[in-house]
C-alpha cells in the first residue's frame, strides 16, 4: 500500500465517516471517529456491493469510494444504534 493509497483511504473515510454521522445521529463523532466509522464502512460498503453485484459509476473514481463507504457508514451506524440504545 503506497502513501497515496493511505491518505485517499483516510480522506474517503473522513468525508463518508463525518457525512454518515450528521446523517444517522444528527452530528459528527470528531475527526479521529468519522474517519474509523468512514474506513470500516468502506469495508462494509465494499463487501456488500461485491456481494450484491452493485456497481457505482457516477463521476470520478473518489466520488465512487466516497458513495460506497458512506452507505456502508450509515450501515454500520444505524447497527450500532440498534444494538447499543440508550434510554428506558
Do not use: C, Y
Request: aromatic share 10%; hydrophobic share 60%.
Amino acid at each position: 500500500m503506497t502513501l497515496e493509497n493511505i491518505v485517499v483511504t483516510i480522506v474517503v473515510g473522513l468525508v463518508a465517516g463525518f457525512l454518515a454521522s450528521r446523517v444517522v445521529l444528527g452530528k459528527g463523532r470528531g475527526w479521529f471517529w468519522d474517519i474509523i466509522i468512514g474506513i470500516l464502512g468502506a469495508i462494509i460498503g465494499g463487501w456488500l456491493a461485491g456481494v450484491l453485484h452493485i456497481s457505482v459509476n457516477v463521476g470520478p473514481s473518489i466520488l465512487n469510494q466516497i458513495i460506497i463507504a458512506f452507505a456502508g457508514a450509515v450501515i454500520l451506524l444505524l447497527i450500532w444504534r440498534l444494538l447499543f440504545r440508550r434510554g428506558k
